[in-house]
T-cell receptor, first 112, second 115 residues
């Protein structure tokens, strides 16, 4: 019940493409769903996050779509750029972020 | 630098030795979390601490691993009698009192290699 399942494991897109990364969770008590971006040799950093009272959130080229009934959420990257090449982690937590559970990660490579 | 500071960034130990990893949270943050990242894998929760208290250690291996966050000084993750399977990147994260927005602020990690 504590798991967050993420797919795909890796993704290659052309510059300008729209990679989509999907996540699913079981625990309906989760109330905070962030996405983190990690570059090689660095720590993860928050990219965008959503709470279950909205179905979509957009920040720049990054959009989260959230389907509460299906217990799924996804990250879309519009007009992807080579600089977006990184590992992306979805995550979930409850009660304000304590004990955040991470998905397995998606390695994205954007071809120039 | 007001970010989460971890040291050492790289640590090499031989099997059976001890590893100590240190983490200073962001200024004003009172919650510390430790995560382990194995090569090509995700972040696995290990432990959540507040000052002088372990709140949740459900992800910590039962043996050889311990963590503390004393009243003064950094949080320390201690691995005794290291084995090759302990080789990983260990990330510390912090958050403000009450959890803030839910965002975790990560350090750059400590990469442990066990020979």
């Amino acid at each position: 019940q504590q798991q967050v399942k993420q797919s795909p494991q890796s993704l290659i897109v052309q510059k300008g493409g729209i990679p989509i990364i999907n996540c699913a969770y079981e625990n309906t008590a989760f109330d905070y769903f962030p996405w983190y971006q990690q570059f090689p040799g660095k720590g993860p950093a928050l990219l965008i996050a959503i709470r279950p009272d909205v179905s979509e959130k957009k920040e720049g080229r990054f959009t989260i779509s959230f389907n509460k009934s299906a217990k799924q959420f996804s990250l879309h990257i519009m007009d992807s750029q080579p600089g977006d090449s990184a590992t992306y982690f979805c995550a979930a937590s409850k009660n304000g972020g304590f004990k955040t559970i991470f998905g397995a990660g998606t390695r994205l490579f954007v071809k120039a | 630098n007001a970010g989460v500071m971890q040291n050492p960034r790289h640590l090499v130990r031989r099997r059976g030795q001890e590893a100590r990893l240190r983490c200073s949270p962001m200024k004003g943050h009172s919650h510390v979390y430790w995560y382990r990242q194995l090569p090509e894998e995700g972040l696995k929760f290990m432990v959540y601490l507040q000052k002088e208290n372990i709140i949740d250690e459900s992800g910590m291996p039962k043996e050889r691993f311990s963590a503390e966050f004393p009243k003064e000084g950094p949080s320390i993750l201690r691995i005794q009698q290291v084995v090759r399977g302990d080789s990983a990147a260990y990330f510390c994260a912090s958050s403000p009192p009450g959890g803030g927005t839910g965002e975790l602020f990560f350090g750059e990690g400590s990469r442990l290699t066990v020979l």
